[in-house]
């Protein structure tokens, strides 16, 4: 799995690892889990591009949350198989 490195709202450096990176239509999502406890519990953020081309993270909207996790929840299982 990758390895991803994040800075949090203090300005810290976080790492996590990307357990998967999925669309649901026109919108990107990724699955991440903290890189000191892989088995805890896993996070899924939106990925947004800006005017530039560049990446970042946000939460998804409370009504986008829940398709999120079922495909994230596919994708897991397909890769199991």
């Known amino acids: 799995m990758q390895r991803q490195l994040f800075i949090d709202e203090y300005d810290n450096v976080v790492a996590f690892i990307v357990k998967a ?13 903290p890189v000191d406890d892989p088995g805890s519990k896993t996070y899924i953020y939106k990925i ?33 198989q």
Do not use: H, Q, W
């Open 21 to 33: 990176k999925f669309n649901i239509d026109e919108n990107r999502y990724v699955a991440i889990a």
């Open 48 to 80: 947004d591009i800006d005017p530039y081309g560049s990446e970042s993270i946000t939460m998804p909207e409370r009504s986008e949350l829940y398709e999120a996790f079922k495909a994230y929840e596919k994708v897991k299982n397909d890769t199991l």
